[in-house]
């Protein structure tokens, strides 16, 4: 079967939900990986993206999956960084990736390491840099990352537009937000993103909670806000995990009804890769969501 570009899936009229994996930090646990590719697929996404570890530390892992997500017969969005990466260090793992079939990427500059030097980064310092090099490289469709809240690292959220500015500038097809729990966040996001000239289409992007500590800490480090009927419910169930896990899924479901109804056709999963949560957003959604 050849693979689609996400963009053309963005672009059909249809309500598209997709989902995210992440590869073994060793190489002992990728069958456990490539089982759950499986499994998720059973619940059939529209695509699967694929998180690339930190400098491309589980490459060869995040290739084997991006692999695996194409032959179960669907798209593989595979995450590409540039931090600590050199060009032709990029230009081999995309050459990999064309391979196994994939036609879209997320480039993203990746995080950086609080003791890294400047000369350390890489071969771009910017994600926008990324995405005009994998541009180069190949028939790809791009994407690229979007902060509702702003990024962490912006200052300001003007600041943050004029960021995404420059990878719509940089040829990026497509855009995926990072987590938030209040919807009307991005509804406020997109009427600055309009006024800013910005209109590539916006996936927006939700966390199911099932661990509460978890969620919090991820939370502070990506300056994402709890509204308070999320903190509530995080804290009512924080001690009863099964619990927790059935109202993050309600939750969760309840945030995509409300963005379907208000015009977002393609909603972004975080599944943490555990299964058995996409499935139950999707048993949730099951007359909703075209299949």
């Avoid at 899936?9 to 069958?31: R, V, W, Y």
């Avoid at 692999?67 to 600590?84: R, S």
């Avoid at 800013?196 to 966390?207: C, E, K, L, R, T």
């Amino acid at each position: 079967m050849t693979s689609e570009k996400i963009i053309d899936i963005l672009k059909n009229g249809k309500i598209h939900l997709s989902c995210e994996l992440f590869p073994p930090k060793q190489g002992a646990e990728l069958q456990n990986s490539l089982e759950i590719v499986n499994k998720i697929a059973a619940s059939t996404p529209s695509y699967m993206s694929v998180t690339y570890g930190a400098g491309g530390s589980t490459v060869g892992y995040s290739a084997a999956l991006a692999k695996k997500v194409e032959d179960n017969g669907m798209p593989a969005l595979a995450h590409l960084t540039c931090v600590k990466a050199d060009e032709a260090k990029l230009a081999e793992v995309l050459g990999q990736l064309q391979g196994f079939g994939v036609k879209n990427i997320l480039a993203l500059r990746g995080d950086i390491p609080a003791d890294m030097q400047g000369e350390e980064i890489g071969s771009f310092a910017h994600a926008s840099e990324l995405m005009r090099f994998v541009k180069q490289q190949g028939d790809f469709c791009v994407g690229g990352a979007a902060y509702p809240e702003g990024h962490p690292e912006s200052g300001s959220l003007e600041k943050d537009i004029e960021n995404t500015k420059y990878k719509v500038d940089a040829g990026v097809d497509f855009l995926v937000t990072q987590m938030f729990f209040d919807n009307t966040i991005l509804y406020n996001y997109m009427f600055r993103l309009l006024r800013a000239g910005i209109n590539v289409p916006v996936v927006p992007g939700i966390m199911p909670v099932t661990n509460a500590k978890q969620i919090i800490r991820i939370c502070q480090l990506s300056g994402t806000k709890l509204p308070p009927q999320f903190r509530a419910m995080v804290e009512k169930f924080a001690d009863k995990p099964e619990a927790l896990k059935q109202a993050g899924i309600a939750y969760a479901t309840g945030q995509i009804i409300d963005l379907i109804a208000n015009g977002f056709d393609n909603v972004h999963i975080y599944t943490m890769n555990k299964p058995e949560i996409f499935a139950g957003i999707m048993n949730n959604l099951g007359e909703i969501v075209d299949k």
